[in-house]
């Protein structure tokens, strides 16, 4: 079967970048902010070494778990000492500064992000301008998809949800863990509040991924044979579709949850306890 191709002089000619009358360029340059400055911060708080952890309420600030320096034993704050490598310690003291102490988990959270479908979305606009938004040209002249190295790693996506998804099983455990009294028992102080909301909001930014949409209800040709799995697809669904809301809400919870941990670790200020 032969096809019949338009001529091109039927085309529409059109000198503008773009019909749209809309301020498009707020998406992206709000975007380029936002990230740029976050990525400033967790690179710097990743590095830092310090003010990690508040061993009187066992918090431990997410940047930072799970915490595999030799630095995270014996640490003391308000003359309290207590251990934050839970897992194990294995980097030596020496590597402070130039290797996080969150070495493993860092990593993969990293690369979950920036695969995400929403992420690219973000980041090809802001940054590479691939396009800066629907209906507008972008400035470059080929387009190869993401089929060549490097972009074509971002089909590795789904594996770097199930390293997610452990980690978020970690950030689980410190949440619970930072309820913690100062006489050893059941405490409650605004630390604990603010990791329990922020390791609430990862698990939904981690279940309303894509990839996790498949995992629960992919490859089944229907879903009559399968009602456990069609119904957890349906709350996954439902997830799914405010996946944008968690991937950027998650990016200031876990901002403010490592900042209140660093002022309360460098004793700049103290913990607000509701009881115990």
């Known amino acids: 079967m032969s096809t019949v191709e338009a001529p091109d002089k039927a085309r529409a000619r059109i000198r503008e970048r773009t019909l749209r009358t809309d301020n498009w360029r707020v998406y992206p340059i709000t975007t380029l902010v936002i990230f740029t400055a976050w990525v400033v911060y967790a690179t710097v708080r990743a590095f ?12 431990l600030t997410p940047f930072y778990s799970p915490c595999l320096n030799e630095i995270c034993n014996n640490v003391t704050v308000n003359g309290v000492t207590g251990d934050a490598g839970e897992f194990g310690t294995f980097l030596p003291s020496w590597t ?17 992000r920036l695969t995400c479908y929403y992420y690219r979305k973000a980041y090809y606009r802001s940054y590479w301008a691939s396009p800066p938004a629907c209906a507008v ?3 470059h002249k080929k387009y190869t998809g993401e089929r060549r190295f490097p972009l074509i790693g971002q089909n590795l996506h789904r594996y770097f949800w199930m390293a997610a998804f452990v980690i978020s099983l970690i950030n689980t455990y410190d949440a619970v ?20 909301a922020n390791v609430i ?13 498949h995992i629960v209800g992919g490859r ?27 991937a950027l809400i998650t990016l200031g919870s876990l901002v403010v949850a490592d900042l209140y941990v660093a002022l309360v670790a460098s004793e700049t200020i103290s913990d607000l306890r509701f009881f115990n």
């Open 48 to 59: 830092w070494g310090a003010a990690f952890y508040v061993p009187e309420y066992h918090y």
């Open 137 to 139: 040209a972008e400035p």
């Open 220 to 246: 089944l040709k229907n879903f009559s044979k399968h009602p456990f799995r069609y119904r957890m697809w349906g709350w996954v669904s439902k997830l799914n579709e405010r996946h944008g809301q968690y």
């Open 201 to 213: 909001l990862l698990w939904g930014y981690t279940l309303s991924c894509h990839s996790c949409r």
């Open 177 to 196: 863990r930072a309820f913690h009294g100062k006489d050893g028992g059941f405490g409650i102080g605004l630390g604990s509040i603010i990791l329990l």
């Open 96 to 112: 402070r500064g130039w290797i996080p102490f969150a070495a493993l988990s860092l990593p993969f959270l990293l690369l979950f």
